[in-house]
């Protein structure tokens, strides 16, 4: 099962990924558009597309644990590229990439202060943004938990998904 934390800048991803992971000591794949795009001031499609080709190789690499946990996949990148530019990955996503391993997703809401981030472009549009997000869950029919309020909650809310899917704690 491949756990994916997705949704708008600066609404917990990272941290909620991250938290799951050593919760569940599970591996984590990173948001390799972070790595990418560190230190650059700007960035074009071909500079996503090559985010995608990293993020896929990432998952690859990881595909032989039972279970595996992201800070976004792919989806993330077709999404965004969306949103800023207005296109799309056409023929290099489809529903069969996302669902060729089981996926479930936590869709993180905006009800959380944005945070600065220098990657970060959209502070007042994490809304319409957000509304992406679940066009996009909806159009490939994907699994996903939407993730609100408070940190503990929804840290219990990982948890009692997580359960419901099978995965066993193993940490308290």
Same mark, same amino acid.
């Given at each position: ?5 997705? !949704?708008?800048?600066?609404? !917990?991803? #990272?941290?909620l990924a991250s938290w799951t992971s ?6 984590? &794949? ?8 560190? !230190? ?14 990293? @993020?896929? #190789?990432?998952? /690859? ?12 996949d792919a989806l993330t990148i077709e ?13 290099? &996503? ?27 472009e959209h502070p007042n549009e994490r ?21 609100? !309020?408070?940190? @503990?909650? /929804? @840290?219990?809310? &990982? &948890? ?13």
């Amino acid at each position: 099962m491949h756990i994916v934390f997705t !949704g708008p800048e600066s609404c !917990g991803k #990272t941290t909620l990924a991250s938290w799951t992971s050593l919760r569940y000591n599970l591996p984590l &794949i990173p948001e390799m558009a972070r790595f990418y795009l560190e !230190g650059r001031s700007s960035y074009d499609t071909h500079d996503l597309s090559e985010i995608l080709k990293l @993020q896929l #190789t990432e998952e /690859r690499k990881w595909s032989s644990n039972n279970w595996l946990i992201s800070d976004t996949d792919a989806l993330t990148i077709e999404i965004w590229e969306k949103y800023k530019f207005g296109t799309s990955f056409t023929g290099l &996503i489809n529903r069969n990439d996302l669902t060729k391993t089981k996926r479930y997703y936590f869709l993180c809401d905006k009800d959380v202060p944005w945070q600065y981030d220098p990657l970060r472009e959209h502070p007042n549009e994490r809304h319409l943004i957000f509304q992406v997000y679940l066009e996009y869950l909806h159009k490939y029919e994907l699994p996903f938990t939407l993730l609100s !309020g408070s940190l @503990q909650v /929804r @840290q219990q809310s &990982i &948890i009692s998904k997580l359960e419901d899917l099978g995965l066993l704690e193993s940490a308290s």
